[in-house]
């Protein structure tokens, strides 16, 4: 009688995928896939031909919107996903708002955030978490460039692999195989005898294309594949995540260790006791001159004082908030120490306050600029992080959450800010000065500035350009109806405004 051996402890791992152990023949693709991908280049051609009629030869605004809600449709028609639509299109709208308010670099992070952030969501599903999203948002950023070219590739591996062979000539292939040589003959061949024969270069001379023109003809071309290239991945699903594995230390490994530069148990004591004491003289020195109304020294203004301390002080802080991330792991050492370092982020606050006050004092003497306005918004902003950083230390929260809530202070503040006219700010701001008045300056701010300009003699205003609704912007709208009801007034009252 003959006994089966049978070998115990096999991994099911091993069990469900030994296939290669079998003699049967590998399956070809479903015919499910085949026209799962049949849409997705069916919907690819009708998005470029779409974006074609929305981008090609004019000029941006409300159609960036338009072609994103289109996307983010024929994603959910494709995809079928369990998710209710009103999430990710809620999220999309939000992330549109600044496009519609104004067309800018700004606004356009934002629409792409709000785009990728609503075909993950549809990607994975009801359930997924904030954390998911932007990691699966991400990855679809990542496969922008090669994705197309990547699936095409193994979409052309796999038709040759799953090809019987045979000596049989059939497709594509085989037509090109069969006439790619003498089509190319006739091609030289013909190009030879038109050089030498005058009567053909005389009827080659004669045949006219009608409008069209090769240039044109390449850049729409070129324009067609880079859409393609584009529209691709926010298509087809993302592509699962590789696992990763520990990499080993490289030499520069080490170089963003606190214990690089020096920060150990006995250093962050001696460095929080000295740096509180320089930060404590500067703070003394603002609250005599700044606060207190002391006379500065001979020769020195308060415009000098403001303009030479407002930036390097807001540097300063940034390295504060840095030093008290690297210092929290030896607060638990000496129960002085975290006191100390909240001493110490708390003088930095008071610094960033003292450099806006400085900001504001030379920005009254010699005006507004995109910078000063900038830097302004950036003080506030490394200020409440150092409050949060603080807190962190005090509450004993994770590095993740300062993380997470400095972020979304970023992207908060940078959202507030897509919806605020600085050039139109600026301009009424420096020209409501009394004296020192630079409208050379203001002059040059541009076409949303134009209403506040109307005012100044001798100042070349270009109002903004709306060509039609592709371009349209509510920014641009406004300023333009400011500047309509500026002109009916200017005429008289025989117009009124409508």
């Known amino acids: ?25 590998r399956q070809t693709p479903s015919l499910r896939y085949g026209n799962r991908r049949a849409y997705w280049l069916s919907a690819l051609f009708g998005l470029i031909a779409f974006a074609d009629l929305l981008f090609f030869d004019h000029r941006k605004g409300l159609s960036l919107v338009i072609f994103a809600v289109v996307v983010l449709a024929a994603a959910w028609v494709l995809r079928a996903p369990k998710v209710h639509w009103s999430g990710p299109a809620s999220l999309l709208a939000v992330g549109s708002l600044p496009v519609i308010e104004h067309l800018q670099a700004l606004s356009v992070f934002f629409l792409a955030l709000g785009l990728l952030g609503s075909l993950a969501w549809i990607a994975l599903g009801d359930r997924a978490t904030l954390a998911q999203v932007a990691r699966t948002g991400g990855l679809i950023l990542r496969s922008v460039p090669l994705r197309g070219a990547r699936d095409l590739w193994s979409r052309r591996h796999r038709a040759v692999a799953l090809r019987p062979q045979s000596d049989a000539t059939f497709g594509i292939s085989a037509t090109l195989r069969a006439w790619g040589f003498p089509l190319g003959g006739i091609l030289i061949l013909s190009a030879l005898l038109i050089e030498a024969n005058p009567v053909f270069l005389h009827w080659t001379n004669a045949i006219r294309l009608g409008t069209f023109n090769p240039q044109d003809a390449l850049h729409r071309f070129l324009f067609w594949i880079g859409m393609a290239i584009l529209i691709w991945p926010l298509l ?21 260790h606190a214990q690089t530069w020096g920060v150990n148990r006995t250093s962050t004591g001696n460095a929080l006791i000295t740096f509180n004491l320089l930060l404590g003289l500067q703070t003394i020195l603002d609250a005599l001159y700044l606060w207190g109304g002391a006379s500065l020294p001979e020769g020195m203004s308060y415009a000098t004082y403001a303009h030479r301390g407002a930036y390097p002080l807001l540097i300063t802080a940034l390295l504060a908030g840095a030093f008290a991330l690297a210092a929290r792991p030896h607060l638990a050492i000496k129960s002085w120490l975290k006191p100390l370092l909240i001493l110490w982020l708390a003088q930095n606050v008071a610094l960033v ?7 504001e004092l030379y920005t009254s003497a010699y005006g507004l600029t995109f910078l000063r306005v900038h830097a302004a918004i950036w003080m506030g902003v490394v200020a409440i992080g150092l409050i949060l950083v603080a807190w962190q230390i005090s509450r004993t929260k994770s590095n993740l959450w300062l993380m997470a809530r400095c972020t979304a202070l970023g992207l908060g503040v940078l959202y507030a800010c897509a919806f605020v006219n600085f050039a139109d700010l600026i301009v009424r701001s420096n020209l409501s000065r009394s004296d020192n008045v630079d409208t050379y300056y203001a002059c040059q701010f541009g076409p949303m500035a134009a209403a506040a300009l109307q005012d100044i003699p001798d100042c070349h205003i270009i109002a903004p350009r709306i060509d039609g609704w592709r371009d349209w912007g509510f920014r641009s709208w406004r300023v333009l109806d400011i500047l309509a009801s500026m002109d009916q007034a200017e005429v008289g009252h025989e117009y009124p405004r409508r």
């Open 353 to 359: 306050l003292s450099s806006l006050l400085r900001l």
């Open 1 to 25: 009688m003959t006994q089966v051996f049978e070998v115990r402890g096999l991994p099911a791992s091993i069990a469900q995928d030994s296939w290669w152990l079998e003699d049967t023949p």
């Open 236 to 256: 087809v699903p993302p592509l699962p995540q590789r696992q990763t594995y520990p990499r080993k230390p490289g030499p520069l490994s080490g170089l963003f």
